[in-house]
């Protein structure tokens, strides 16, 4: 089993930064490709960007393109997502997640984080 350990989600204002963390164990991290998913209260959970077991392929929602990066750091075991220009529109939950193939779906994800909370305050 992979467990996911998420971090650096808090309250900012808008045009503001955030980089989210998430800290994998116990299977090998590089075999699986990562996704961060965000919820809003009352809506559905939505893909927000994915990265390849390698890192090289990287994938990501047309409402944060341009605005988020995704990577990776096998060696440290860690998915980043760094969040730029923040919108209120941006508040959600955010989850990171493993897959065994790089995926938009969230149902291809078995492995899941616990969820930080991003705020962005207007």
């Known amino acids: 089993q992979v467990q996911l350990v998420e971090s650096g989600g808090g309250l900012v204002q808008a045009g503001g930064s955030l980089r989210l963390s998430c800290a994998a164990s ?3 991290f590089s075999n699986y490709a990562m996704g961060w998913f965000r919820q809003a209260p009352g809506k559905e959970r939505e893909f ?3 990265i390849s077991w390698s890192g090289d392929i990287t994938y990501y929602a047309d409402s944060v393109k341009g605005r988020f990066t995704i990577s990776r750091d096998n060696a440290k075991n860690t998915v980043y997502l760094r969040m730029n220009s923040l ?4 508040t959600a939950v ?3 997640a ?6 938009h779906d969230p ?13 962005v305050s207007s």
Do not use: I, L, M, S
């Open 94 to 96: 955010y989850y990171c």
């Open 98 to 103: 493993a897959a065994p193939a790089t995926a």
């Open 26 to 28: 116990g299977r090998t």
């Open 107 to 119: 149902n291809k994800y078995p492995y899941w984080g616990q969820g930080t909370q991003v705020t």
């Open 87 to 90: 919108k209120p529109e941006d």
């Open 48 to 50: 927000v960007a994915a």
